[in-house]
């Protein structure tokens, strides 16, 4: 099975004082190292949130070098998913703005043959880590 990680599944995997750290952690053993995507949303956020939260202590360039590093690690397995998707795959389930983004990378992983990997309860067909 492949899985693209949403942001918050790509930061916690990065960072080890994320508060699901260790989750991701245990799930990725359990699976045996299942491959792992990442796309152009799910990149920009890993930097985005962990150079802007002031308790992670991440600069811009930091928080790039740090997810770059990621990607070249042969135990991750991190592939990249191109974003093709415009407006008009977004899911009818959609019924708020703060649902966008989520539905916006379920249906990217779907396309790619991958399921969107998250601690998010309530995205509709994405894997919920345990």
Not at 96 to 121: C, G, Y
Request: proline residues 5%; charged residues 20%; glycine residues 2%.
């Amino acid at each position: 099975m492949k899985y693209l990680l949403d942001v918050n599944a790509l930061v916690a995997l990065g960072h080890i004082h994320h508060e699901f750290h260790k989750r991701i952690i245990v799930w990725l053993r359990a699976e045996n190292s299942p491959q792992l995507a990442t796309c152009s949303i799910t990149e920009l956020g890993f930097v985005r949130i962990l150079s802007q939260v002031p308790a992670y202590g991440f600069t811009l360039a930091m928080a790039r070098l740090l997810l770059l590093e990621m990607k070249k690690d042969p135990s991750l397995r991190l592939a990249f998913i191109a974003d093709d998707h415009d407006i008009s795959r977004l899911p009818t389930w959609v019924r708020s703005p703060t649902q966008t983004t989520d539905a916006h990378l379920a249906e990217l992983a779907k396309a790619n043959k991958s399921v969107l990997a998250t601690f998010d309860e309530k995205i509709p067909s994405a894997y919920l880590i345990p």
